[in-house]
């Protein structure tokens, strides 16, 4: 456990990062506008990848790659904090969030949303046939099936036998770890040059009914300027929203940083204000204007995956601790 005083004490005097090469990236910037290009969280990513680049590989646009990717990890029951199969609030109820926003920054965003398969179809219905950014709980669900979305049960027997194992020591408040929030973000740059970003999770494992992390809010969980960057987080909601996280990321890349040094100093904004790094993860991914892409986190084991004209690898991020 490292407390606050000690990680600024040790970061001051760069201890804790002496093995790290900020200015190395498998993707830096060449002088040449890298497009298409996307980049997703997690293992997960890399096959909605394969969906994204699809679309991107035949002219699609980047909104249209990025809501067609996360959609392949919606609806895959093995992902166990996306869309299907998800695991459940601390009172069995599968509560979904997603936002999506566009080169125009035009964005859509659904938060408690339960029966319903694809949350970021219904945030993208959002953004285009209502007059606001988001909606949540029954209200998002009764838009949902006005949009012709159909009700499906998102609870699977693997996810409700763990929920009932989980009742039987379960304290009030949700156990926080770092495996159980492995929300997917996913930013493309399209072969126009535009940028769109999608994020959609199932959130907080056992979390309280009506919690809403990050996810859904843009500038927390997504945030897209198309004549900058776009950036999407991942990990402990709460600690992403303290700090407007991916605005942040996106903020940081204006004013000149690489997109893995833009994420890494929205991770110290965190870190600096906390008393412990206990049970929080937190992770970031970026990717500029020009096709740069990077990530970042607190702890060991984030990782990202990255599809451009060369191949679909999923790549270790640094970390500071």
Same mark, same amino acid.
């Given at each position: 456990?490292?407390?606050?005083?000690?990680?600024?004490?040790?970061?001051?005097?760069?201890?804790?990062?002496?093995?790290?090469?900020?200015?190395?990236?498998?993707?830096?910037?060449?002088?040449?506008?890298?497009?298409?290009?996307?980049?997703?969280?997690?293992?997960?990513?890399?096959?909605?990848?394969?969906?994204?680049?699809?679309?991107?590989?035949?002219?699609?646009?980047?909104?249209?790659?990025?809501?067609?990717?996360?959609?392949?990890?919606?609806?895959?029951?093995?992902?166990?904090?996306?869309?299907?199969?998800?695991?459940?609030?601390?009172?069995?109820?599968?509560?979904?969030?997603?936002?999506?926003?566009?080169?125009?920054?035009?964005?859509?965003?659904?938060?408690?949303?339960?029966?319903?398969?694809?949350?970021?179809?219904?945030?993208?219905?959002?953004?285009?046939?209502?007059?606001?950014?988001?909606?949540?709980?029954?209200?998002?669900?009764?838009?949902?099936?006005?949009?012709?979305?159909?009700?499906?049960?998102?609870?699977?027997?693997?996810?409700?036998?763990?929920?009932?194992?989980?009742?039987?020591?379960?304290?009030?408040?949700?156990?926080?770890?770092?495996?159980?929030?492995?929300?997917?973000?996913?930013?493309?740059?399209?072969?126009?040059?535009?940028?769109?970003?999608?994020?959609?999770?199932? $959130?907080? #494992?056992?979390?309280?009914?009506?919690?809403?992390?990050?996810?859904?809010?843009? /500038? @927390?969980? &997504?945030? =897209?300027? *198309?004549?900058? $960057?776009? #950036?999407?987080?991942?990990?402990?909601?709460?600690?992403?929203?303290?700090?407007? /996280? @991916?605005? &942040?990321? =996106?903020? *940081?890349?204006?004013?000149?940083?690489?997109?893995?040094?833009?994420?890494?100093?929205?991770?110290?904004?965190?870190?600096?204000?906390?008393?412990?790094?206990?049970?929080?993860?937190?992770?970031?991914?970026?990717?500029?204007?020009?096709?740069?892409?990077?990530?970042?986190?607190?702890?060991?084991?984030?990782?990202?995956?990255?599809?451009?004209?060369?191949?679909?690898?999923?790549?270790?991020?640094?970390?500071?601790?």
């Amino acid at each position: 456990m490292i407390s606050r005083k000690n990680f600024l004490k040790i970061s001051a005097l760069g201890g804790l990062f002496p093995f790290q090469d900020w200015a190395s990236s498998s993707h830096s910037f060449s002088g040449k506008i890298k497009k298409p290009i996307v980049i997703s969280t997690w293992r997960h990513g890399v096959k909605a990848n394969n969906a994204a680049w699809k679309v991107l590989n035949e002219g699609g646009s980047a909104l249209d790659a990025v809501e067609t990717g996360v959609r392949v990890t919606e609806a895959d029951s093995e992902v166990r904090t996306v869309g299907y199969g998800g695991r459940p609030d601390r009172d069995g109820f599968v509560t979904l969030d997603a936002c999506i926003m566009d080169e125009q920054q035009e964005c859509g965003s659904v938060g408690a949303i339960q029966h319903i398969m694809h949350p970021i179809s219904v945030a993208r219905k959002v953004k285009e046939n209502s007059p606001h950014v988001m909606l949540v709980g029954q209200g998002a669900v009764d838009f949902a099936l006005d949009q012709g979305f159909k009700k499906k049960d998102l609870l699977t027997e693997k996810s409700r036998k763990e929920w009932e194992q989980w009742k039987k020591n379960a304290n009030y408040e949700p156990k926080v770890n770092i495996e159980n929030h492995d929300t997917i973000g996913m930013l493309a740059l399209d072969s126009e040059g535009n940028l769109s970003g999608a994020c959609t999770t199932s $959130g907080m #494992a056992w979390k309280m009914h009506g919690r809403i992390g990050d996810s859904p809010l843009i /500038g @927390s969980g &997504l945030y =897209v300027d *198309n004549e900058v $960057g776009a #950036a999407s987080g991942t990990g402990v909601g709460e600690e992403i929203i303290r700090v407007c /996280g @991916s605005h &942040l990321v =996106v903020e *940081n890349m204006r004013r000149g940083d690489s997109p893995e040094q833009a994420c890494k100093n929205a991770v110290e904004r965190i870190v600096a204000n906390k008393d412990t790094l206990e049970n929080t993860q937190v992770g970031f991914i970026a990717i500029s204007k020009q096709g740069q892409v990077g990530g970042y986190s607190i702890q060991q084991g984030f990782n990202y995956a990255v599809h451009d004209d060369t191949d679909n690898q999923l790549i270790d991020s640094k970390y500071l601790v």
